[in-house]
């Protein structure tokens, strides 16, 4: 007798193609003891009726597992669980004894003790998702990432691949970035000025290794990207907040101390406020009377779709001051992880030999993917592809916005996919945030983005990359309808 065919079912978020999903339940099933050796699968037909999907689909995955010694057939019997199947592991875990270590007089160093804001790991389960820096799937171009992906994978690629970098990085990404990306900034690099990073946080992190040191100050804006400011406090040097306007960073306010300057002047994180050509040219000019670095994080320049995005401040640069953080890990998805440092090539020497005494160097099947994505023109399609999207979705939500009366604190001149918002007096966000997430719900509480012992509690962020446009303004509304009710 077969196993009821009512026992299997697709779980609704799996990932990979139905036939590998299929695989997956199968052996999944097996694995876990719930189907037992010599037990008779359901065929093919009924499977394929009861999951909704093609016959064909379900005779691959059943050819698949045979071949992988999962399943067996037998003549015109059907498919059965081989005898040859993996055993599920039978054990007793062994009772665990107390510690006793004191780890809070054994830890040298704590790096628990920072105000990163919290995202919701089932964020995609909820309605109304106002959430930042998350990938809309519906506008991810799988199939050509794949086919790179098996591109990469390929006999011609095997040396990146399988070849130990040590501290150097795909020539292939490295040659597009220098050729491609950089020039659309007004940016020239060689090759030894460039440095692959895992993501942008990695990039910033590796500058403050190399910049900074307990003696040395170091100048932030406030508010600011929560990461960089947990990063500059593990370092140990000095930091300075500086309250940033309607146009970013304001130079007249950096002290003349400081060493190394971090700013977001593409799109101001969290305000996506940008700075302005002259002010970029002040900036330049106080760093140089301080002799001071600047660190410019390339925050979301891609998402520039509402006028013409400014030259980076590395473009402007004659001095060989300014260091430049880019990402593909906001503009591609953020799992990628994969970003990139642009500075004089002693700074990158410097960068690359740490990088790789902590971890050699980004995967290289990771990097040539990236590399064929790119050169191969899918990412330029990408990039209009969302910028559409975007500009769609932000017209829906500033139409919503101001119909229900809610205040936008910082909205960016040239797009981005936020805007940065304001309460009434008296209302906490953090209260908010509650009461919106038991009405499905969600947005990201500003406090986070402030210095620690200024405790702002009047503004948020609504993010709309990851949203439909149709689902905005009955959310917007809803942040209305309970923020009236605090």
Known sequence: MAIPVDTFFLAPHSQGTLQAQIQEMIAEAILSGRLRKGERLPSTRKLATHLGVSRITVTLAYTELLSNDYLTSQGRSGYFVSQNAPVPPVYTPTPRGEDLVDWNRITGRRFTEGDTPEK??????????????????????????????????????????TTDYYDRDDPRLVEFIARNTLPRRGIKAHPDEILITLGAQNALWLATQVLLTQRRTATIENPCYPALRDILTQSRCHVVPVDVDRDGLPPGAIPDQTD??????????????????????????????????????????????????????????????VIHVGSFSKSLFPGLRLGYLVGSAPFIREARALRASVLRHPPGHIQRTTAYFLSLGHYNALIRRIRNVLRDRRAVMQEAIEANGLTIAGKGVHG???????????????????????????????????????????FYRLAYSSIPSERIPEGVARIAETIAEL
Request: include cysteine; charge should be negative; glycine fraction near 4%.
């Open 120 to 161: 919701p790991h089932d964020w995609a389960s909820f309605r109304y998702p106002f959430i930042y820096g998350q990938t809309d799937p519906t506008l991810f171009d799988h199939a050509n990432w794949r086919h790179c992906a098996l591109r990469a994978l390929g006999q011609k690629d095997f040396t990146a691949l």
């Open 260 to 321: 190394v300057i971090f700013t977001t002047p593409s799109h101001q994180c969290p305000t996506s406020a940008t700075m302005p050509m002259a002010r970029r040219q002040e900036l330049l000019q106080k760093a140089r009377e301080i002799d001071a670095v600047i660190v410019e994080d390339d925050y979301e320049f891609e998402m520039s779709f509402l006028n013409t995005p400014s030259p980076a401040l590395k473009s402007l640069d004659g001095d060989g001051r």
């Open 416 to 458: 981005g996919s936020s805007f940065w918002m304001q309460v009434p007096d008296g209302i906490d966000t953090d209260n908010l945030a509650k009461a919106l997430a038991e009405k499905d719900v969600l947005i990201e509480p500003g406090h986070s983005f402030f210095r620690r012992d200024q405790r702002e509690t009047r």
